[in-house]
């Protein structure tokens, strides 16, 4: 005889429906997700806020940001909420927190920098948070690792040669009149960056205007302001002037630090690497003590750099802080390279002609 066992089939319950709450949590939710991961490995938006890099990038210019070139960095603080840098909105409150650190890894890129990129970096002297989460900065990169870097008379020279000029390149003059000249004359030439002076105005323009302002018969004379050789000025890199009697267009010649080259440590040099080998190389135990480099508790005379190193500057020459004051921007700190503006706003122009129809969507040279 026979016995026949039978399963009963399992019941299957219909699927629970989502209230409409999580359904908006969920979507919201996958939002925040696909924003940040889009945000940290391929493009990210910036605004212009100062006028440093007029007239190639104007202040009110919104950017894109290309994390793929250089190649995107996996993040060096992870506790961290989504879609922010270092604070919760307008607020004073940390948006991060630096419990956990972890080495920060660079992704291929399509590209190795260029010189004269437009290149979004964290300010490398800003000690107060993650080297990730540092302010941006926006510059041009004047000077590549390995390279002799030197500035005379405002000309930048790469190994002794003249380099290429930036097409929008301002320099500060000093306009000579008798005659008071309002806001509207100024934006009438494209001159959004000037201000009083005895017997004139101080101005930032390119040298093309800087001619034409010379042509007009009230403006008695156009002269630029260049700060002379031998001339010391406060606050320039590296703040030594006893040894360097640098301004901020005579400068140099200096070498830009390149991956496993090895410099002499002396007197004179230290002054230009200690930042670098204290702060930006991670090396837990560096410090200078008495005008000497100790590592490891151990005095040394010669150092091999381990990442490379830039020399950023803004194309408003006068009117601009960069390597020239801070040093130089390690290349760990890089974030990407501008690519276009996709919208421009002019903060000197009324509702009706607030946006700068002829930059959207430009490429950035």
């Known amino acids: 005889m026979k016995t026949f066992f039978r399963f009963k089939k399992k019941e299957q319950k219909p699927p629970v429906k989502k209230s409409l709450m999580r359904e908006w949590g969920d979507a919201l939710m996958f939002a ?3 924003a940040t991961l889009i945000r940290w490995a391929t493009f990210e938006a910036y605004a212009i806020p100062s ?3 007029e007239k190639s990038l104007l202040t009110g210019d919104y950017l894109f940001v290309s994390k793929l070139h250089y190649g995107s960095r996996t993040p060096a603080t992870p506790l961290q909420l989504p879609l922010t840098h270092q604070t919760i909105g307008s607020t004073k409150i940390p948006s991060y927190s630096d419990a956990i650190t972890l080495p920060s890894f660079r992704l291929p890129g399509f590209s190795e920098i260029k010189r004269n990129d437009a290149v979004v970096f964290n300010l490398p002297p800003e000690d107060e948070h993650p080297f990730d989460l540092k302010t941006h900065y926006i510059k041009r990169c004047v000077g590549m690792a390995g390279d002799s870097f030197g500035i005379q008379n405002g000309q930048i020279y790469i190994n002794g040669q003249a380099a290429l000029n930036p097409p929008a390149e301002q320099f500060e003059y000093y306009l000579i009149t008798d005659r008071e ?3 509207r004359f100024f934006l009438d030439r494209n001159i959004t960056d000037f201000y009083a002076a005895p017997n004139g105005y101080a101005v930032h323009v390119t040298p ?3 001619k034409e302002l010379v042509t007009l018969d009230f403006i008695k004379d156009v002269r630029l302001l260049i700060s002379p050789t031998g ?3 406060p606050g320039v890199f590296p703040q030594e002037p006893s040894i360097y009697t640098w301004n901020r267009d005579n400068y140099g010649p200096l070498y830009i630090p390149k991956k496993n080259t090895t410099v002499a440590i002396t007197p004179q040099t230290l002054p230009l690497y200690a930042r670098i080998i204290t702060a930006y190389e991670h090396n837990p135990d560096a410090k200078v003590q008495n005008g000497k480099l100790f590592l490891n508790g151990k005095e040394v005379k010669r150092y091999t750099f381990k990442q490379n190193y830039y020399f950023m500057m803004g194309d ?7 390597s020239r004051y801070w040093g130089f921007v ?12 996709w919208m421009s706003l002019d903060p000197n122009a009324d ?8 930059r959207l969507f430009t490429s950035i040279n």
């Open 32 to 34: 925040v997700v696909a």
């Open 51 to 53: 006028a440093s890099m």
């Open 181 to 183: 000249l309002n806001k």
């Open 208 to 210: 093309a205007i800087a």
């Open 231 to 233: 001339e010391s000025e």
């Open 316 to 322: 408003n020459r006068h009117n601009s802080e960069d």
């Open 330 to 341: 390690p290349e760990d700190h890089v974030v990407g390279k501008a690519v276009f503006v």
């Open 351 to 358: 509702f009706l002609h607030k946006v700068r129809w002829n």
